[in-house]
């Protein structure tokens, strides 16, 4: 199983930036795939962006050029940099491992984007 814990979500202005982390109970070089998932409310969760252990990356294509997803398999640690925020980008983020064929969730932290 992996726990995941994610943080740094909080109340930010549009065109600000945030960076959200998310710390796994597990040691990352035994996780291909981690991603960042978002759910806004009325809607379905979404993919935000995925890193694999090569690493290679993919973004949803409305957070391209603004959001930066980054691994650091030694600290067991996911990141997601977000830049030029917009109020479009609120939502509940969640961290997602895939490992062994299932899928793993933390518990979300909010981002709201408003002036």
């Known amino acids: 199983q992996v726990q995941l814990v994610e943080s740094g979500g909080g109340l930010v202005q549009p065109g600000g930036s945030l960076r959200l982390s998310c710390a796994a109970s597990?040691?990352?070089?035994?996780?291909?795939?981690m991603g960042w998932y978002r759910q806004a409310p009325g809607k379905e969760r979404e993919l935000v962006a995925t890193?694999?252990?090569?690493?290679?990356?993919n973004y949803t294509d409305s957070v391209k050029g603004r959001f930066t997803i980054s691994r650091n398999n030694a600290k067991n640690m996911v990141y997601l940099q977000m830049n030029s925020l917009k109020p479009e980008d609120t939502a509940v983020y969640y961290c997602?491992?895939?490992?062994?064929?299932?899928?793993?969730w933390g518990q979300g932290t909010q981002v709201t984007v408003s002036s």
């Open positions: 997602n491992a895939h490992f062994l064929l299932e899928n793993y």
């Open positions: 890193i694999t252990s090569v690493p290679s990356t």
């Open positions: 597990r040691s990352l070089f035994s996780i291909n795939l």
